[in-house]
């Protein structure tokens, strides 16, 4: 199959890499950045870069439109223009409901909306990695013109890449996403800028914020040229759910000060269920069957690697994990997500013959995250 791709950065050329090797296809790439599209021909991203976007099209089955949001609509008229009915387009856009309804009549019926729930805060084809999608849910929005062989024939090249294809109406998807990628990043945002600018008797938070404030705040300033983009282009959606949060804050707000214990209980409980839930989700796992360690690492070189041997050398698998530093005097808590009470047992008795301070909770339990 003969696969072009306009946009060669961090998706775009993890995307190539996954075509070439994982389903075998012939990938022509082009970038507005040359820099960039010899990054992706080096780390063999693409077969060839082509100097223009409609050579890029020639002999092209698919074209894959993976620029930033705010161009991909006018790149998909341009992709229409330059190729004939036989050509299937698709994006991976994180916004569909605006891209979707943009294409022209001509385009309609060989236009499929496309979003992989992937990526990494890297940027650019120097990044790019084929096993990115493996796993991941890979949402396909075509319109009612939309014809439907090409959907099925986009729906099992994603799922050759190793992805999951969830068919969905555009303008349920951008609801979704904006609850769960967009308006996290909102809230990320908001509470960098809201620490920064407090100030507590003349002592900034900032100087003595924990590992739940670096947690909360990981995605905060991202790329800003990409999200003004993305919060503008799904605005409507974005909104909406920056406007039930500030009801929900209202109620929390009125539970704080009327000492409504039972409310604030129950309201912590709901939240803790829906984590696990969604734990549970991503490691298509039960709840009961995840178990979270806690690992104190010490902060000197080898530390982390060390306790990654460690479970590496007895067979013991780690579905997530993620660091906090606390400071260079008190080291550091590494989390690890292991699958099955037994494993895990096992995990935190093979940490503690090596020295480490390890505990562990069952998810389902609810007993982890404690105060700092």
């Known amino acids: ?198 100030d507590v008797d003349g002592h900034s938070p900032l100087h003595s914020a924990g590992g739940s404030f670096r947690d909360m705040t990981r995605v905060a300033g991202a790329n800003p040229a990409i999200w003004v983009d993305i919060l503008l282009d799904n605005r409507e959606a974005v909104l909406a759910a920056v406007e039930d949060a500030q009801a929900r804050l209202g109620v929390v707000a009125e539970a704080l000060r009327t000492s409504d214990n039972a409310f604030l209980e129950g309201w912590i409980g709901a939240a803790g269920e829906a984590r696990r839930a969604a734990l549970a989700q991503a490691h298509r796992a039960a709840p009961e069957d995840l178990h979270e360690l806690m690992v104190s690492v010490s902060d000197r070189p080898g530390a982390i690697s060390s306790i990654v041997q460690t479970l590496s050398a007895g067979g013991i698998n780690m579905e997530e994990f993620a660091l906090s530093h606390i400071s260079p005097e008190r080291g550091g808590e590494l989390r690890i997500v292991i699958a099955g009470e037994a494993t895990a047992e096992r995990a935190v008795a093979l940490l503690m013959a090596t020295g480490c301070i390890a505990t562990r909770d069952a998810i389902s339990g609810g007993t982890h995250g404690g105060a700092e």
């Not at 939309?146 to 994603?158: D, G, I, T, Y």
């Open 1 to 198: 199959m003969q696969v072009a791709i306009a946009g060669l950065g961090l998706m775009g050329g993890s995307l190539g890499l996954a075509l070439r090797e994982q389903a075998g296809t012939h990938v022509t790439g082009f970038d507005l950045d040359p820099v960039e599209a010899a990054v992706a021909l080096e780390r063999g991203c693409v077969d060839r870069v082509a100097d223009s976007l409609a050579e890029a099209c020639v002999g092209a089955e698919l074209v894959i439109v993976a620029t930033p949001v705010s161009a991909i609509a006018g790149v998909v008229e341009a992709v229409v223009a330059a190729t004939d009915a036989s050509v299937t387009i698709t994006d991976i856009g994180s916004t569909k409901g605006q891209v979707v309804a943009a294409v022209s009549a001509a385009g309609r019926g060989r236009f499929i909306g496309g979003h992989p729930i992937c990526g990494s805060e890297a940027h650019g084809a120097a990044h790019a990695r084929a096993e990115l999608f493996t796993g991941a849910t890979y949402f396909l929005t075509p319109s009612v013109e939309s014809e439907p062989a090409r959907l099925a024939s986009l729906h099992a090249l994603v799922t050759a890449i190793g992805a999951r294809p969830v068919v969905i109406d555009a303008a349920a998807h951008d609801r979704i996403v904006a609850l769960t990628s967009h308006f996290p990043h909102v809230l990320a945002n908001v509470l960098a800028v809201q620490v920064a600018d407090a």
